[in-house]
């Protein structure tokens, strides 16, 4: 009888297994579905806005510089580099190359007057076929050259990323323990955690004159942990449990840029707007086009259903979380 058992057991397992590995295979077929996918993509989260600790006060000004009428200066964006050098093992860059990226929409949220002058091709294309008379904007006419005809920008933000120091500070623990005994249980337990940071260095610059109005330098620390946990023991010298569980969490690098940005440019503009300190905040502007996705100019006359902070709004325009256009898609509209 036991060897019957035995046997069973020997054969019973690896159908097990052929069946489990036949379950999961079928998550993903090499023929296309009825809707024309091989398989559903995970996930389906919204897409929802980026902000930094700093972005409120960007808000802020925003709706400061619109409540108080103030005539912002213009303000280009140039190249903000990665000085760092520090590369990845499988290739690329650790550091985002988008820093100038992120403080063009610093400013936006600022509600500051931004010229473009970090990516001019489109433009300069435009001006060509402009020049050689192939352009038209409508009727049999072509569009004319007229000189004066793009603003000039008052100051333009230059710099760059210098530092990125991995480990400045670690600490954690170890520990194993059990049983001496075979069929007694054992166990682990570890946990760590360790700091990095980044660092940059920005400079404000007269474009009339080329003087260095402004220079800012700052830093900014990043934490990451470690934690696990877990236990092997014998049952009756013929089942074994083997189990463990753990987690690990870094501080994102690239957010930590764009909150070292967001401060630097909160700093710049509250110079510009000639404000002197968060007391400003103490209002809200509900018809401000300002919020933490940017700044926009308002084509049509809809500012109060559509404005910066609406853009902040997760379920807005979601196909399975905004009604309107779950109603769209049933056909349930008019």
């Not at 159908?15 to 398989?39: D, H, M």
């Given at each position: 009888m036991i060897r019957k058992a035995a046997l069973y057991a020997q054969t019973r397992?690896?159908?097990?297994?052929?069946?489990?590995?036949?379950?999961?295979?079928?998550?993903?077929?090499?023929?296309?579905?009825?809707?024309?996918?091989?398989?559903?993509?995970?996930?389906?989260?919204?897409?929802?806005?980026?902000?930094?600790?700093?972005?409120?006060?960007?808000?802020?000004?925003?709706?400061?510089?619109?409540?108080?009428?103030?005539?912002?200066?213009?303000?280009?964006?140039?190249?903000?580099?990665?000085?760092?050098?520090?590369?990845?093992?499988?290739g690329g860059t650790k550091i985002t190359q988008g820093a100038s990226l992120m403080a063009?929409?610093?400013?936006?949220?600022?509600?500051?007057?931004?010229?473009?002058?970090?990516?001019?091709?489109?433009?300069?294309?435009?001006?060509?076929?402009?020049?050689?008379?192939?352009?038209s904007d409508g009727g049999d006419s072509y569009r004319k050259i007229k000189a004066?005809?793009?603003?000039?920008?008052?100051?333009?933000?230059?710099?760059?990323i210098t530092e990125l120091n991995f480990n400045i500070a670690s600490s954690g623990i170890d520990a194993f323990g059990g049983g001496v005994a075979v069929d007694k249980p054992k166990g682990f337990i570890r946990a760590s955690t360790y700091v990095m940071n980044i660092g940059l260095d920005l400079r404000l610059v007269d474009t009339r004159s080329l003087e260095v109005v402004d220079v800012i330098s700052y830093q900014k620390q990043i934490v990451g942990y470690e934690v696990g946990a877990g236990i092997f023991a014998f049952f009756n010298y013929q089942n074994i449990i083997d189990v463990s569980a753990g987690g690990k969490s870094l501080?994102?690098?690239?957010?930590?840029?764009?909150?070292?940005?967001?401060?630097?440019?909160?700093?710049?503009?509250?110079?510009?707007?000639?404000?002197?300190?968060?007391e400003v905040c103490s209002y809200d502007d509900p018809l401000s086009t300002t919020g933490t996705t940017g700044n926009f100019i308002n084509a049509h006359n809809t500012l109060?259903?559509?404005?910066?902070?609406?853009?902040?709004?997760?379920?807005?325009?979601?196909?399975?979380?905004?009604?309107?256009?779950?109603?769209?898609?049933r056909g349930s509209y008019d």
């Open positions: 397992i690896p159908a097990l297994l052929v069946v489990g590995a036949l379950a999961l295979s079928a998550c993903a077929s090499p023929t296309a579905g009825r809707n024309g996918l091989y398989a559903q993509p995970a996930g389906g989260a919204p897409v929802t806005a980026n902000p930094t600790p700093y972005s409120a006060a960007l808000t802020c000004l925003g709706s400061f510089s619109r409540a108080s009428d103030i005539q912002a200066p213009r303000i280009a964006v140039g190249r903000i580099i990665d000085y760092t050098g520090k590369t990845e093992i499988e063009i929409s610093a400013f936006a949220k600022a509600g500051a007057r931004l010229v473009e002058r970090y990516d001019t091709s489109v433009s300069e294309l435009e001006l060509k076929y402009a020049n050689n008379k192939l352009i004066g005809s793009i603003p000039g920008s008052d100051f333009y933000l230059v710099g760059g501080e994102p690098i690239q957010l930590a840029v764009r909150s070292a940005i967001e401060r630097a440019v909160l700093e710049m503009t509250a110079n510009l707007y000639g404000v002197t300190g968060p109060e259903a559509n404005n910066g902070y609406t853009r902040q709004e997760p379920s807005r325009w979601h196909s399975d979380r905004d009604t309107n256009i779950r109603n769209f898609l």
